[in-house]
């Protein structure tokens, strides 16, 4: 009987040597990295403009516009040996740690980094761009910084109107950004589970509630004690509940 073949890890992923570039330079490699033309032609033409389907005012994404004004937006290249949702998850690990550092400074606030998957099988895109998320969101927002997902077959929709799908994007692409006041829109959200729900929002007010004022602190403390009531509702009608000690 032939013995067991062990099983190889698939290598881990990496920033492609040369691509990191500020969004007012990428045009230079668009030859290169065509992924990024489409990307920043979906920025210009739909993330930073009005939709009659948003359910509000404004752009889609309205603090994109400011951040290329101020140069604060960075695109990089991710190769990726793998396509689950580990792989993605890595992926996305390595993006939170170079954002770090690209958004490092007075302007991290603003900062925002774009990471394409030049090699990624497009039939493949949805499950290792939502399943990566899934996977990372926790650590993303225990780090305070925000991770968007987004893929050509997207139907996450928008905060005002769940039926419009914001995060379609010609180009499989994570997004990350550091944490402002305004995610406690994302935070807070009716249909999250209530032990992923309560770890956002005791994120949130980790790293965004000492700059808020004294009656934001005060509402936001009673959306956490909200939270923090309805999951031990949940903890104790289900003994097996996530996050229940026992």
Known sequence: MSAAQPMVAAAAPSVV?????????????????????????????????????????????????????????????????????ADAADAGRLLLDLFEEVAAGPHRSSAALLGFFPGLPGDQAADFIDGGHGLLRPESVERGLM???????????????????????????????????????????????????????LAYQRHIGPRLSPAAREGLEAKVSAARQLFHRESHRDPAYPGRSH
């Open 147 to 201: 991770l968007g997902e987004f893929h050509a077959d997207s139907t996450v929709g928008g905060v005002h109107n769940r039926a419009f799908p914001v995060m379609q994007c010609p180009e499989p692409m994570f997004a990350v950004r550091a944490m402002t006041p305004h995610d406690l829109l994302f935070a807070d959200q009716p249909g999250t589970p209530p032990a992923d729900r309560l770890s956002y929002l």
């Open 17 to 85: 040597p040369g691509s990191l570039t500020r969004a007012a330079d990428a045009a230079a490699a668009f030859d290169r990295y065509p992924q990024y033309q489409a990307g920043m032609r979906w920025v210009t033409e739909f993330v930073t403009q009005p939709h009659p389907d948003l359910g509000r005012s404004g752009a889609v994404c309205p603090r994109l516009e400011p951040a290329i004004r101020a140069n604060t937006v960075w695109l990089v290249a991710l190769t990726v040996h793998g396509t689950t949702p």
